[in-house]
């Protein structure tokens, strides 16, 4: 007899879940010996709470009412519950404050396009460290935490969720276009975003910026000959990676088209590439504004890790999981049968 799941759920069996426990391990320590704290929060949060949070695509899956009446969702995130934590359980405290977290979040997806709707998410959350300094601590912590799980080949892809909207008001964008424009953006479907410019009725010089600034993507060289509306986004851009140890500004992608597609994110905002897999293993930002509307008004930064993403790009990397598993086990092969690579230098 074949018993179904939920859509966009999946089991995790034994040989599995322990390669999954021993990069959850290995970025707990590296989160800890960082100074961030782990932390819990309850999968069901009330629905009120979490709509004070601007979530576009992270929606929630799942709602469900309790004994009172009152509408109970699965959480989409972990940002928004911390920072409801901060608000009121540390209402008084000094920041900085550092939290790391492993938690499941549940959010709405359209099934035909076979994403999940339960992610297992590893992360930190870096609240009242300002600019740039929080900023590039938020990117130290990540690449310390990834290459301690074995991936050597990752890129950090670098931008501000700022830019984009500054050019288009400077620029006279109507603001009934701004969101579909954005939308556009944050899929990288420059043939739509095109299209909705020559639709605006903008000059065509206008049009050209907006369509050319947004695929500039690269070293430095990305950030010369810039119009006056993005120099100021592009100077923070410049001040992170300058207080970036070598070894982590050189894995740095410029990507002046970088939205994120969760709308609390007011700065830099970075996403994790790996040649092994063909999607963002995690990402973050700045969400300077987001505590403030749960009572305590702070700066902060964090970030996410889809630690199913990162179990499959070290599985795809010479040295990767096979490596961190016979660390952590003295195994060899994959257990499950993934087809972990040897553990010999990648050229």
Same mark, same amino acid.
């Given at each position: 007899?074949?018993?179904?799941?939920?859509?966009?759920?999946?089991?995790?069996?034994?040989?599995?879940?322990?390669?999954?426990?021993?990069?959850?391990?290995?970025?707990?320590?590296?989160?800890?010996?960082?100074?961030? @704290?782990?932390?819990?929060?309850?999968?069901?949060?009330?629905?009120?709470?979490?709509?004070?949070?601007?979530?576009?695509?992270?929606?929630?899956?799942?709602?469900?009412?309790?004994?009172? @009446?009152? =509408?109970? =969702?699965?959480?989409?995130?972990?940002?928004?519950?911390?920072?409801? =934590?901060?608000?009121? *359980?540390?209402?008084?405290?000094?920041?900085?404050? *550092?939290?790391?977290? /492993?938690?499941?979040?549940?959010?709405?997806?359209?099934?035909?396009?076979?994403?999940?709707?339960?992610?297992?998410?590893?992360?930190?959350? #870096?609240?009242?460290?300002?600019?740039?300094?929080?900023?590039?601590?938020?990117?130290?912590?990540?690449?310390?935490?990834?290459?301690?799980?074995?991936?050597?080949?990752?890129?950090?892809?670098?931008?501000?969720?700022?830019?984009?909207?500054?050019?288009?008001?400077?620029?006279? =964008?109507?603001?009934?276009?701004?969101?579909?424009?954005?939308?556009?953006?944050?899929? *990288?479907?420059?043939?739509?975003?095109?299209?909705? #410019?020559?639709?605006?009725?903008?000059?065509?010089?206008?049009?050209?910026?907006?369509?050319?600034?947004?695929? *500039?993507?690269?070293?430095?060289?990305?950030?010369?000959?810039?119009?006056?509306?993005?120099?100021?986004?592009?100077?923070?851009?410049?001040?992170?990676?300058?207080?970036?140890?070598?070894?982590?500004?050189?894995?740095?992608?410029?990507?002046?088209?970088?939205?994120?597609?969760?709308?609390?994110?007011?700065?830099?905002?970075?996403?994790?590439?790996?040649?092994?897999?063909?999607?963002?293993? @995690?990402?973050?930002?700045?969400?300077?504004? #987001?505590?403030?509307?749960?009572?305590?008004?702070?700066?902060?930064?964090?970030?996410?890790?889809?630690?199913?993403?990162?179990?499959?790009?070290?599985?795809?990397?010479?040295?990767?999981?096979?490596? #961190?598993?016979?660390?952590?086990?003295?195994?060899?092969?994959?257990?499950?049968?993934?087809? /972990?690579?040897?553990?010999?230098?990648?050229?």
């Amino acid at each position: 007899m074949i018993h179904p799941i939920p859509s966009g759920t999946r089991d995790v069996l034994p040989d599995e879940t322990r390669e999954v426990r021993a990069i959850t391990d290995t970025l707990r320590g590296s989160f800890e010996r960082r100074g961030y @704290g782990e932390i819990y929060t309850p999968a069901l949060e009330y629905e009120s709470v979490l709509s004070r949070a601007d979530m576009a695509d992270a929606h929630p899956a799942y709602r469900v009412f309790d004994e009172a @009446g009152a =509408v109970l =969702v699965l959480r989409s995130d972990m940002t928004v519950p911390i920072a409801r =934590v901060v608000a009121t *359980r540390y209402p008084t405290s000094e920041p900085p404050l *550092r939290f790391c977290y /492993f938690a499941h979040c549940y959010r709405g997806v359209r099934p035909q396009r076979a994403q999940p709707r339960e992610l297992l998410q590893a992360g930190i959350e #870096l609240i009242g460290a300002p600019a740039p300094e929080g900023t590039a601590e938020a990117l130290t912590v990540l690449c310390d935490a990834l290459l301690a799980t074995g991936l050597h080949d990752f890129r950090i892809g670098l931008g501000d969720a700022s830019l984009f909207p500054a050019l288009m008001a400077s620029l006279g =964008v109507p603001e009934e276009l701004r969101a579909e424009l954005l939308a556009a953006l944050a899929l *990288r479907d420059f043939v739509r975003l095109g299209e909705l #410019l020559a639709a605006a009725g903008l000059p065509p010089d206008a049009r050209a910026m907006l369509l050319d600034l947004p695929q *500039r993507r690269g070293g430095a060289g990305v950030l010369t000959d810039l119009p006056g509306p993005a120099e100021q986004a592009v100077m923070g851009l410049v001040a992170v990676h300058g207080l970036l140890a070598p070894d982590a500004a050189e894995r740095v992608i410029f990507d002046l088209g970088l939205i994120r597609n969760i709308g609390y994110y007011t700065g830099a905002v970075f996403e994790v590439y790996d040649p092994a897999l063909g999607a963002p293993i @995690g990402g973050g930002g700045r969400y300077d504004e #987001l505590l403030g509307r749960y009572g305590r008004s702070l700066p902060a930064v964090g970030f996410a890790l889809g630690v199913d993403r990162l179990h499959h790009a070290l599985a795809g990397e010479e040295r990767g999981t096979g490596a #961190l598993l016979e660390r952590s086990y003295g195994g060899g092969l994959s257990a499950s049968g993934v087809g /972990f690579a040897s553990s010999e230098p990648a050229p």
